[in-house]
């Protein structure tokens, strides 16, 4: 009797998600609540193994409360750069406190690429773009490789390069095809306000003192009644995103262009 064909194993290499997946999810959930859209996806695993990234600024804190309130364990990635402001150290260890959520996740910078490209620690300075790159872009990338997808906290009317942001994207960093899901997409800033109101969470302590958006602190500055929310992030640059969110990675300077500090 002749044996039966092995089964050959097959290596799954394509993308986890495909932008026609992305496109049939923001269907499903079009006009659905956030709450129920967020349940839905951590309870049914439509995301595949998920995580949270959160910046703990202005209005982390809602995007994490909503999470808690259905799945507590999800991962929370928090971009530990080395240049935050005190406070926002501070207010981080308060709301994962006060949500009783565990699984803090701090990604710091790879040491041997500060020592090469940032040694002196002022690199924000005259290449913001490669501060980022290296602080947040490279940590970020290495921690998603055992992820499907994550949950970011952007809203589109936090600036005008977020304008119509969608609440299911593939995220273009890589190729890998990860799923990236914005709950809070089409939420306004008087909801945020509100649901703060609602729940009693307690504010980032800069918020009051005029910061409407925060990163680290030598590349955020206060915001004027009337400007754009996210108009006091590297203030006189022609740049309006970290990079973690950009198709890509920021480049490194050309050779001999990098000052001596």
């Given at each position: 009797?002749?044996?039966?064909?092995?089964?050959?194993?097959?290596?799954?290499?394509?993308?986890?998600?495909?932008?026609?997946?992305?496109?049939?999810?923001?269907?499903?959930?079009?006009?659905?609540?956030?709450?129920?859209?967020?349940?839905?996806?951590?309870?049914?695993?439509?995301?595949?193994?998920?995580?949270?990234?959160?910046?703990?600024?202005?209005?982390?804190?809602?995007?994490?409360?909503?999470i808690a309130s259905i799945d507590r364990s999800v991962p929370v990635l928090f971009l530990d750069t080395g240049k935050h402001f005190?406070?926002?150290?501070?207010?981080?260890?308060?709301?994962?406190?006060?949500?009783?959520?565990?699984?803090?996740?701090?990604?710091?910078?790879?040491?041997?690429?500060?020592?090469?490209?940032?040694?002196?620690?002022?690199?924000?300075?005259?290449?913001?773009?490669?501060?980022?790159e290296i602080r947040k872009v490279q940590p970020l990338a290495a921690a998603l490789t055992h992820f499907d997808a994550t949950i970011?906290?952007?809203?589109?009317?936090?600036?005008?390069?977020?304008?119509?942001?969608?609440?299911?994207?593939?995220?273009?960093?890589?190729?890998?095809?990860?799923?990236?899901?914005?709950?809070?997409?089409?939420?306004?800033?008087?909801?945020?306000?509100?649901?703060?109101?609602?729940?009693?969470?307690?504010?980032?302590?800069?918020?009051?003192?005029?910061?409407?958006?925060?990163?680290?602190?030598?590349?955020?500055?206060?915001?004027?009644?009337?400007?754009?929310?996210?108009?006091?992030?590297?203030?006189?640059?022609?740049?309006?995103?970290?990079?973690?969110?950009?198709?890509?990675?920021?480049?490194?300077?050309?050779?001999?262009?990098?000052?001596?500090?």
């Amino acid at each position: 009797m002749a044996e039966p064909a092995r089964r050959i194993d097959v290596l799954r290499t394509g993308p986890r998600f495909t932008a026609e997946q992305a496109e049939a999810l923001n269907a499903r959930f079009a006009g659905v609540p956030t709450i129920a859209m967020l349940r839905a996806v951590l309870r049914e695993g439509l995301a595949g193994d998920l995580a949270a990234v959160s910046s703990f600024g202005a209005e982390s804190a809602v995007l994490l409360h909503l999470i808690a309130s259905i799945d507590r364990s999800v991962p929370v990635l928090f971009l530990d750069t080395g240049k935050h402001f005190p406070e926002t150290l501070a207010y981080r260890d308060t709301v994962m406190k006060r949500l009783g959520m565990p699984n803090l996740v701090n990604l710091t910078p790879n040491a041997d690429a500060l020592a090469a490209r940032d040694e002196s620690g002022l690199r924000w300075s005259y290449d913001p773009d490669g501060c980022c790159e290296i602080r947040k872009v490279q940590p970020l990338a290495a921690a998603l490789t055992h992820f499907d997808a994550t949950i970011t906290g952007r809203k589109g009317f936090q600036s005008g390069t977020r304008a119509g942001l969608q609440r299911f994207e593939i995220d273009r960093t890589d190729a890998a095809g990860r799923l990236k899901i914005n709950p809070l997409a089409d939420w306004t800033g008087d909801q945020i306000a509100a649901y703060f109101a609602a729940t009693g969470l307690p504010a980032h302590p800069l918020v009051e003192q005029g910061y409407p958006s925060i990163g680290c602190s030598p590349c955020t500055s206060k915001v004027a009644p009337g400007e754009d929310p996210r108009s006091g992030r590297w203030r006189g640059w022609d740049k309006t995103e970290c990079g973690i969110h950009v198709d890509g990675a920021a480049e490194e300077l050309p050779p001999g262009y990098d000052p001596a500090f």
